[in-house]
């Protein structure tokens, strides 16, 4: 019933009994500040403000059982943020999730189509 | 790095490049139309107004090559709504599609607590 013009899309993300804690865009912060060394430039090429992002980073570091990002304070460069071995574990555990379900989704899709 | 106590969770819905088509909620109503042979009183068991549930309703009716609901008007009762064989393959469909993702969610679940 439903032609080629159609495909199945979704989103994941993984939660606790307190509420989702690790989805697509937490992951995207983090990587930025992987990369940028800092939660400020990181929520600007998100657009967010820098509370909006310490907050889901503070929320992260408070949930799990060990912190995803580090602030170092002062020092030339005025600090920076660092993201921790639990943190780039987070983002490989996810990322690798997220490809399954890209797979499932573009099966499911197939499906649709000889359906 | 994720204890027992974290599960995946997340939604999927079909759609075409007009945007989302058939998710959970649209389902939801199709089952309880043809439950109840009502727009109305299923708009009314789902908290939704008639006005949004019909939208819902024509905007499937549209988007897809046959209707997956018929109103029918008058009669002794002052009219039913019915639902289609399009829209019972519909329902069908998405029931099978959705079963199989929270197998992947389960799955994806216990190997997060392996991990």
Known sequence: MLSAQYKLNGRIWIESSDGPLIGPGRVDLLERIQQCG??????LQMQMSYRQAWQLIDDMNTRLNE???????????????????????????????????????????????TD
């Open 38 to 43: 800092s939660i400020r430039q990181a929520a």
């Open 67 to 113: 912190p995803v990002v580090m602030s170092h304070r002062g020092g030339k460069g005025g600090g920076y943020a660092e993201v921790t071995e639990n943190g780039l574990r987070v983002i490989q555990q996810f990322k690798i999730i997220e490809q399954q379900f890209q797979k499932f989704l573009a099966a499911c899709s197939e499906q649709l189509k």
